[in-house]
């Protein structure tokens, strides 16, 4: 990604795949996240060979899909939201952009209906 991008200056991981799942960018973010996974080494690599069991059956199926994904996690003792979001370029599946967003353990609602 280009120095100046925006997305190099926030503290949430972006991670981008292609159509066919292969790593093609990482913000420092996603680098810091993934470090003992390979940080940027892992741009180039399928996505798939990052996930274990039953992630990789499901992010499979979610290739074929093309359908959103979101859900939280909690991981070294942080909580986060996880957005898994399909990209299209003129009606054309290009691939996923995932948003992972650390959040605090009380987190205020606020109803606005």
Known sequence: MPADNWTNQITIAIT???????ITEMNPASMTTFVADGG???????VLACHPEPSRTKLAS???S???????IRKNGRRKI????PLFKEEIFQGY??????????LPHFDRD
């Open 16 to 22: 981008v795949t292609n159509a066919e799942g292969i």
């Open 40 to 46: 940027a080494g892992l741009i180039g690599s399928d």
């Open 62 to 64: 979610m290739y074929n």
């Open 66 to 72: 093309r359908q959103p994904n979101h859900y939280t």
């Open 82 to 85: 996880i957005h898994q979001i």
């Open 97 to 106: 952009v995932e948003i992972s967003i650390p959040i605090p353990e009380h």
